[in-house]
Each structure stands twice: as structure tokens, then as C-alpha cells.
């Protein structure tokens, strides 16, 4: 008899599955690799040392620095923070004592973690990855499961190198077409996030399919995985093609020579089987996508650059119009305003969902031969300090400077702003990364989300912008 | 972990959509190397003002709902950041059970580990709990966990919810889950040794 056509996802929890648990739904699942940081990792190393317990396999482990470090230009170890100087160090000891690999603040291979991650070749399609930072969906764009864990189950994995876990149920977005001019990945997950809800995907995991993502280089297909935790699922994957095997093969980590051959083999049969039913279909058509741009304070908040901020009257559901009046009396916006009237204080583009090399490219593409907008603060913060090597061997460093752009070092920063990367009250920015909750860049402080593009066309222009309207170089 | 079986309190209710656990706990109060001291901090931009003066209108610094074991919540309840802080915070601040549509993945899991029972009824259910929790006259719940029940005492309201049994037991019994897992090292070792043979690059 034929066995059911799986899913991709369904797959990779299969072959992860270490054994059903007893009285329940839950299965114990074999973790691959980890990456930790160092500020939902500390608590998990306290509870091995007081219960004496070891890491169960410490070669797959990775502790990178990058939540509170700071990137002035100029890179230094100093924290005038002293709790965030105390988990640093913190990091750094239980790093040594339990025998685990690390990129502190100094290491030429330190970034963002899941920059990190990925440009080394740590991430194989095929492996079932779990971490302590909810945005570890990004791994699925190289076809693999990846996906976040609180600081509890980090010590449950340090220990056991399993989770217990309750198997998702499924949901193919398939988006169809091709992407105009000028958009980008992150343009299809917030219209996908916009349309699907904050919630849509809660209970699940996405496998992205359709010709605009084949279309779309490894790098667009992360932040896109990356940003699908905003509509609450927790994995997304694309199957890997050849593309992700280019990019796997230039780095480091990744397995050479026969090793090479033997899991590119397996590789190539990481997809769902004909056939294969899943519990929802989603499509998109990428040819209507229009940029997308947030006026609230949830990721599904967003709205076409060239609409207006919504009318919370025009809402029917309560809870949801609560929401959304709350929203804009925080964000200091009035409904019928146009979005691109609205004018920002800032301009960051930086994390791990738009801040890799792709990424920087095509910011500097608008920013070229143009200037930073009077009164708009505007910097970078490449997502690895690898990515900043790159783009400054191609000199986009210089674009970015000669145009009033802070060139940084390395870190999430003004993504979380847990670092001195801190907005004020009532500052309004125009940010590439993944959350505009409320407090996300700084107590009061006003984010609206979209591509680094738009981000850098915003800054040029000093209030909201469409980056369709510029010229690139 | 403490066991969890009745917890009898006032409730409040937060009937907005997608609080994010940037909300529950700010970043500022993330740079403990510890669990302490999270429980002033829950809700903290919410609570306080600029001055750190309480803001009257937040439901929690209202004398009804000063000292609350339940919240009842909107959807998507805790999406957003793994912090687990969020649920430490809850907790110290004596919070015993969400009750609410859904909750997210991560947050949900968290609070699975730290004895915060997550509750999921009805839209309508949670639109007569919402009333209630808004009533200092009806506001006090009861929780039983082994008979999975809800009761909204003056009311008179019971809500029955359903749970996995294993998540039950381990929240009743207040379980170390890596304890538990660690029986099982012998069946994790031998599939990390197939797994390694099978695909030897990992
Ligand atoms: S860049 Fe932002 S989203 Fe990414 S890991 Fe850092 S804080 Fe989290």
C-alpha cells in the first residue's frame, strides 16, 4: 500500500521524532543545534548548575552576543549598562564552563544571531532547529525547521537536546505571479500578515510555495520566513532548490567533498509529496502587491503606501476596534490622514529580517547620490559583521555615509532597542524590521514597519514615501 | 514548579487583541541574569506614566483588580517576543490563569512551564467573562483544574475547558520536565546515534 503523501513539515517532525509521549498529543523531538543569546539564556544555564545537570551535546551549540551589545562606529566592549555589561559576562562564563562555542562582541563572525547562523552554512536543510528568539522561523528559507522557545525549554534542549513538543497543523501560502518593480520579500509577508491577521496563522506552520517565491533569492525567502512569526506560526518553510544549495556551498560550515554530495542527495528530496493535504491554503498573487507600510501598533496593522490611515468606526468587531483606537491614539495618527504625509524622526534599517547584503544593495540604490531629509536621524546596522565587511568591499559604506547615514556596527539594536539604541517618547521611525508594538523601539516611540527601500526612501524624503517615485543608481 | 489544582481570585479583563509580550514585560526589566523582581514590572509603560506615577485608567492600578489571579484577555494573547520574562512577571504579580480565545505558540509553551494555566473557551464565553471580570460585584473566579472547570461564582457561570492530559498532569503535579525527559536518555541517545549515521554531515 502507498504511504499518505506527507508535507514537508510533516517530514522533517517525523524524522526528528524521538518517541510519542504517553497521555497525551505530545511527541519528543530531537533538536539539531541551537543558537543562544545573551538575554533569555542566562536563566537556563542557572538551572543546570544548580541542578548539576551538563549540556547534552555542546558542539551544537552557538552563543553569539548581539541583544545588548552596542554598535557606535567604532566597536567597543563597553557597557555603560551594568546589567546588560553583567549578561554579557555572564554569557561569556557559562559559555566556558560548559564547553560551548561563542562570537562575543569583538569576534569578526559576530552579528545577529540568525544572520549568523545562516551566512555560516549552521543551518542545513533538513535539521529541526529551536531557539530562544521567536524569529528563528527564518532557517525554513534553507529547508529546514526552525522555530522559538523560552528560556525553560532552552534548558530542557541544553540538557536533553530534546523538546516536547506538540506537532502544528498546516498551511501552504501560495503566492502566485511576479512582484512589481521595486517590491520586495518583505512586502509579501506584511500584505500576507495584513490579510491573514496577526493571528492567522496561529496553531501553525507555513510552507511557502508558488512562483514568486521560487523567484525570490535565499535571502528574501528569510525575511520572509523570519517575519511569518508576526501572523503567530511557528515554522515556516520553503523547499529548498538550487538555489540554497549556491548559497550553502560558499560557506563555512557547510559539509565539503563526499559529505557534501551525500547530503545534497538527500537534500533534494526535502519536499511535500504530490498530493500532500494540508489544513489550510492561503494564496496570494504577487502581481497585485503593492509597498506595504504599518500605521499601528500589531504587524497586521499595514496598509498600501498609497492608502490612508483606517477609520476604527468602519470596524464592526469591538475587540478589534478597541484595538485599533488604541493603536492610533498611540501612534499619534488620525484616521484619513495619508500615509505618505506622515512625517518621521527616524530611519533605522537594520535586524534580522532585512539587514544582509541583498538588503543593504537595495537601500543604497535609492540613497545613492541623494541626502538624508533635515531633521531625519538615519543609520545602518548591518546584520552581521560579516554583512558589514561585504558591503563596505563594495562601498556601500560610502553611499550611505556621504548621504547622513550613521554607519554601524553589528547588533539587533533599535530592532528591540535593549542596547542605547532607545528612541524617545513620541519619536516617530521608519524601520526594515519585524515589530511596531508598543514600547518595541523606546517607551512612546512610534514605529512604522516596511522594506529597507522604503525605509531609505522615507529618510531621503523625511516623511513616508513610495519608492517607486525614485529613480535608483 | 508549584502544583496548580484550585485557585479561587478576582479577575480583570483586557479585551484587546495581540497584547505582545513587549506590553506584558518592556525591554528595560530583560537584562537580569535571575527570575526576580518581574512583578512590579509586568505592564510597566501600561501602568506607569513618564514620572513613574500609576495611570488611573490602567485596569490594574484600580482598587478592584489591584491584586487579580485571573486575566482575562483578547486573541492572540502574548504574541510576539519568546521572552519568557512576560510570564515570570505574570506570575510574581500573582496571576494563576489566562482565559482568553488564543494565545501564542511560544508564550503558550512558556507558561506551560512555569505553572501558568492558559485557558481557551468561546468567543461567547469569553464575551460573559469579559462582563463579569468588569463587575467588582461579579469579578470572583474559581478555577478547579481536575475537574476543568471555570466558575464565575456570583454569577453563576460555570465554563468547562478541555486540556491535554499530559499538560494537566504536569501542571497538577508540579513536574520537572527535564526530570521527566532524562528517563527517556537512553532512547535519545539511540536515535542521536541513527540519526548520525544516517546523516553523517549533521
Ligand atoms: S534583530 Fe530584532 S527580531 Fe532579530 S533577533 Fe534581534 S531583536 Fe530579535
Same mark, same amino acid.
Given at each position: 500500500m502507498?504511504s499518505?503523501?506527507?508535507?514537508?513539515y510533516d517530514k522533517?517532525?517525523?524524522?526528528?521524532t524521538?518517541k510519542?509521549?504517553?497521555g497525551?498529543?505530545?511527541?519528543?523531538?530531537?533538536?539539531?543545534r541551537?543558537?543562544?543569546?545573551e538575554?533569555?539564556?542566562?536563566?537556563a544555564?542557572?538551572?543546570?548548575r544548580?541542578?548539576?545537570?551538563?549540556?547534552?551535546?555542546?558542539?551544537a551549540?552557538l552563543?553569539v552576543?548581539d541583544?545588548?551589545?552596542?554598535?557606535?562606529?567604532?566597536?567597543?566592549?563597553?557597557?555603560?549598562?551594568?546589567?546588560?555589561?553583567?549578561q554579557v559576562?555572564?554569557?561569556g562564563?557559562?559559555?566556558?564552563?560548559f564547553?560551548l562555542e561563542?562570537?562575543?562582541?569583538?569576534?569578526?563572525?559576530?552579528g545577529i544571531?540568525h544572520?549568523?547562523?545562516?551566512?555560516l552554512g549552521?543551518?542545513?536543510?533538513?535539521?529541526?532547529?529551536?531557539?530562544?528568539d521567536?524569529h528563528?522561523?527564518?532557517?525554513?528559507?534553507?529547508?529546514?525547521?526552525?522555530?522559538?522557545i523560552?528560556?525553560s525549554?532552552?534548558?530542557?534542549?541544553?540538557?536533553?537536546?530534546?523538546?516536547v513538543y506538540?506537532?502544528?497543523?498546516?498551511?501552504?501560502?501560495?503566492?502566485?505571479?511576479?512582484?512589481?518593480?521595486?517590491?520586495?520579500?518583505k512586502?509579501?509577508?506584511?500584505?500576507l500578515?495584513?490579510?491573514?491577521?496577526?493571528?492567522?496563522a496561529?496553531?501553525y506552520?507555513?510552507?511557502?510555495?508558488?512562483?514568486?517565491i521560487?523567484d525570490?533569492?535565499?535571502?528574501?525567502r528569510?525575511?520572509?520566513c523570519?517575519m511569518?512569526?508576526e501572523?503567530?506560526a511557528?515554522?515556516?518553510i520553503?523547499?529548498?532548490?538550487?538555489?540554497v544549495?549556491?548559497?550553502?556551498?560558499?560557506?563555512?560550515r557547510?559539509?565539503k567533498?563526499a559529505?557534501?554530495?551525500?547530503?545534497?542527495?538527500?537534500?533534494q528530496?526535502?519536499?511535500?509529496d504530490?498530493?500532500?493535504?494540508?489544513?489550510q491554503?492561503v494564496?496570494?498573487?504577487?502581481?497585485a502587491?503593492?509597498?506595504q507600510?504599518?500605521w499601528?501598533?500589531?504587524p497586521?496593522?499595514?496598509?498600501?503606501?498609497?492608502?490612508?490611515v483606517p477609520d476604527p468606526?468602519?470596524e464592526?468587531?469591538?475587540?478589534?476596534?478597541?484595538?485599533?483606537?488604541?493603536a492610533?491614539?498611540?501612534?499619534g495618527?488620525?484616521?484619513?490622514t495619508?500615509?505618505?504625509?506622515?512625517?518621521i524622526d527616524?530611519a533605522?534599517?537594520?535586524s534580522?529580517t532585512?539587514?544582509r547584503i541583498d538588503?543593504?544593495?537595495?537601500a543604497?540604490?535609492?540613497?545613492?547620490?541623494?541626502r538624508?531629509?533635515?531633521?531625519?536621524?538615519?543609520i545602518?546596522?548591518?546584520?552581521s559583521?560579516a554583512?558589514?565587511?561585504a558591503?563596505?568591499?563594495?562601498?556601500?559604506?560610502?553611499v550611505?555615509l556621504e548621504?547622513g547615514?550613521?554607519w554601524?556596527?553589528?547588533?539587533?539594536s533599535?530592532?528591540?532597542?535593549?542596547n542605547d539604541d532607545?528612541?524617545e517618547p513620541?519619536?516617530?521611525?521608519?524601520?526594515?524590521?519585524?515589530?511596531?508594538?508598543?514600547?518595541?523601539?523606546?517607551t512612546?516611540?512610534r514605529t512604522?514597519?516596511?522594506?529597507?527601500?522604503m525605509?531609505?526612501a522615507?529618510a531621503?524624503?523625511g516623511?513616508?514615501?513610495?519608492?517607486?517615485?525614485?529613480?535608483?543608481? | 514548579?508549584?502544583?496548580?489544582?484550585t485557585v479561587?481570585?478576582a479577575?480583570?479583563?483586557?479585551?484587546?487583541p495581540h497584547?505582545?509580550t513587549?506590553?506584558?514585560?518592556?525591554?528595560?526589566?530583560l537584562?537580569?541574569?535571575?527570575?526576580e523582581g518581574?512583578?512590579?514590572k509586568?505592564?510597566?509603560?501600561q501602568?506607569?506614566?513618564?514620572q513613574?506615577?500609576?495611570?488611573?485608567?490602567?485596569?490594574?492600578?484600580?482598587?478592584?483588580?489591584a491584586?487579580?489571579?485571573f486575566?482575562?484577555?483578547g486573541p492572540?494573547?502574548g504574541?510576539?517576543?519568546?521572552?519568557?520574562h512576560?510570564?515570570?512577571?505574570?506570575m510574581?504579580?500573582g496571576?494563576?490563569?489566562?482565559?482568553?480565545?488564543s494565545?501564542?505558540g511560544i508564550?503558550?509553551?512558556?507558561?506551560?512551564?512555569?505553572?501558568?494555566?492558559?485557558v481557551t473557551?468561546?468567543?461567547?464565553?469569553?464575551?460573559?467573562?469579559?462582563?463579569?471580570a468588569g463587575?467588582?460585584?461579579?469579578?470572583?473566579?474559581? %478555577?478547579d *483544574?481536575? +475537574?476543568q472547570?471555570?466558575?464565575?461564582?456570583? !454569577?453563576g457561570a460555570v465554563?468547562r /475547558?478541555e486540556i491535554?492530559k499530559?499538560?494537566?498532569d504536569?501542571l497538577? %503535579?508540579? *513536574?520537572? +520536565?527535564?526530570?521527566?525527559t532524562?528517563?527517556? !536518555?537512553?532512547?535519545?541517545?539511540? /536515535?542521536?546515534?541513527?540519526?548520525r549515521?544516517a546523516?553523517?554531515?549533521?
Open positions: 502507498a499518505t503523501p506527507r508535507t514537508l522533517l517532525v517525523d524524522a526528528n524521538v510519542r509521549l504517553e497525551g498529543e505530545q511527541i519528543l523531538l530531537y533538536i539539531d541551537t543558537v543562544l543569546n538575554y533569555t539564556s542566562p536563566q544555564f542557572s538551572g543546570l544548580e541542578a548539576g545537570r551538563k549540556v547534552w551535546r555542546p558542539e551549540n552563543c552576543v541583544h545588548v551589545n552596542p554598535t557606535a562606529p567604532q566597536r567597543t566592549t563597553h557597557i555603560d549598562d551594568g546589567e546588560a555589561a553583567a559576562a555572564y554569557f562564563r557559562n559559555a566556558k564552563d564547553g561563542i562570537f562575543d562582541t569583538l569576534d569578526p563572525r559576530q544571531e544572520v549568523v547562523m545562516t551566512e549552521l543551518v542545513l536543510p533538513g535539521m529541526v532547529v529551536a531557539a530562544g521567536s528563528t522561523t527564518t532557517y525554513g528559507a534553507l529547508g529546514a525547521l526552525g522555530f522559538g523560552g528560556t525549554d532552552i534548558e530542557h534542549y541544553l540538557a536533553t537536546q530534546t523538546l506538540k506537532r502544528l497543523k498546516t498551511m501552504r501560502v501560495t503566492v502566485s505571479g511576479n512582484l512589481g518593480a521595486g517590491m520586495t520579500a512586502d509579501i509577508v506584511m500584505a500578515i495584513a490579510k491573514i491577521g496577526a493571528d492567522g496561529v496553531g506552520a507555513i510552507e511557502f510555495a508558488g512562483s514568486a521560487s525570490l533569492g535565499v535571502a528574501g528569510m525575511t520572509i523570519n511569518a512569526v501572523c503567530g511557528r515554522g515556516a520553503v523547499a529548498p532548490d538550487q538555489k544549495y549556491d548559497y550553502l556551498k560558499g560557506t563555512e557547510a559539509p567533498g559529505l557534501w554530495d551525500q547530503a545534497l542527495a538527500y537534500w528530496t526535502l519536499k511535500s504530490e498530493g500532500a493535504v494540508f489544513d491554503e494564496a496570494l498573487d504577487a502581481n502587491i503593492q509597498p507600510v504599518t499601528g501598533t500589531s497586521d496593522q499595514a496598509v498600501e503606501i498609497g492608502a490612508s468606526t468602519t464592526t468587531d469591538p475587540v478589534r476596534r478597541a484595538g485599533m483606537e488604541r492610533l491614539a498611540y501612534m495618527l488620525q484616521p484619513g495619508r500615509m505618505e504625509e506622515i512625517r527616524h533605522f534599517i537594520g534580522c532585512n539587514a538588503d543593504l544593495r537595495d543604497a540604490s535609492i540613497v545613492r547620490g541623494r538624508v531629509a533635515t531633521g531625519v536621524r538615519a545602518i546596522v548591518p546584520g559583521t554583512v558589514r565587511r558591503a563596505e568591499a563594495e562601498g556601500l559604506d560610502k550611505f548621504a547615514f550613521e554601524r556596527q553589528s547588533g539587533c533599535m530592532c528591540l532597542a535593549m532607545v528612541l513620541g519619536e516617530r521611525c521608519a524601520s526594515s524590521t519585524n515589530r511596531n508594538f508598543e514600547g518595541r523601539q523606546g512612546g516611540a512604522h514597519l516596511m522594506s529597507p527601500a525605509v531609505a522615507a531621503i524624503s516623511h513616508l514615501a513610495d519608492v517607486r517615485k525614485f529613480d535608483r543608481s | 514548579m508549584e502544583p496548580l489544582i479561587k481570585g479577575a480583570a479583563a483586557m479585551p484587546v497584547i505582545d513587549d506590553v506584558i514585560m518592556p525591554k528595560q526589566f537584562k537580569g541574569i535571575d527570575r518581574l512583578g512590579q509586568a505592564f510597566f509603560d501602568r506607569f506614566d513618564e513613574r506615577r500609576p495611570r488611573p485608567e490602567f485596569i490594574l492600578n484600580q482598587a478592584p483588580w491584586d487579580v489571579r486575566l482575562v484577555v492572540n494573547f504574541c510576539g517576543s519568546s521572552r519568557e512576560a510570564v515570570w512577571g505574570l510574581q504579580m496571576v494563576r490563569a489566562l482565559i482568553g480565545t494565545f501564542a508564550f503558550n509553551d512558556n507558561c506551560q512551564r512555569n505553572g501558568l494555566l492558559t473557551l468561546r468567543p461567547k464565553e469569553i464575551a460573559g467573562l469579559t462582563e463579569y463587575d467588582p460585584k461579579r469579578n470572583v473566579l474559581a %478555577l *483544574l481536575a +475537574a472547570t471555570i466558575t464565575a461564582e456570583v !454569577a465554563y /475547558f491535554d499530559r499538560r494537566k504536569a497538577m %503535579l508540579g *513536574l520537572d +520536565a527535564i526530570g521527566e532524562l528517563q527517556d !536518555a537512553g532512547s535519545i541517545r539511540d /536515535f542521536e546515534k541513527g540519526r549515521a546523516y553523517p554531515w549533521l
